[in-house]
Nanobody, 124 residues
Framework: QVQLVESGGGLVQAGGSLRLSCAAS????????VAWFRQAPGKEREFAAG????????FYADSVKGRFTISRDNAKNTVYLQMNSLKPEDTAVYYC?????????????????WGQGTQVIVSS
């Protein structure tokens, strides 16, 4: 079993930065693909960023490419999402998800483990 706990959300002005963390328990986490999804009010959940087990592969949604950076520290069982140049449209609950690698890594159904989410609000 893997348990995920997100932290680092909050209120920030447009143009600002936040760093989200996803701390995991369970020794298999370091072998899993991990992604950040987000869900804005009234919208469907969407993929934001993903990272391979080794960290050598990173993937981003077009809407965040160039502004967000995903990374991981397997020694600490933690995945990070550095968010820069934030925009009001980035406002959402951000969820960390983990699971074995799947070619459908953009789809939430591919992940077995989810955190409870952390709220990010970007004011204009």
């Amino acid at each position: 079993q893997v348990q995920l706990v997100e932290s680092g959300g909050g209120l920030v002005q447009a143009g600002g930065s936040l760093r989200l963390s996803c701390a995991a328990s369970g020794r298999t986490f370091s072998s899993m693909f991990v992604a950040w999804f987000r869900q804005a009010p009234g919208k469907e959940r969407e993929f934001a960023a993903g990272i391979s087990w080794s960290g050598s592969g990173t993937f981003y949604a077009d809407s965040v490419k160039g502004r967000f950076t995903i990374s991981r520290d397997n020694a600490k069982n933690t995945v990070y999402l550095q968010m820069n140049s934030l925009k009001p449209e980035d406002t959402a609950v951000y969820y960390c998800a983990a699971g074995p690698y799947s070619s459908s890594w953009r789809r939430g159904e591919s992940y077995a483990y989810w955190g409870q989410g952390t709220q990010v609000i970007v004011s204009s």
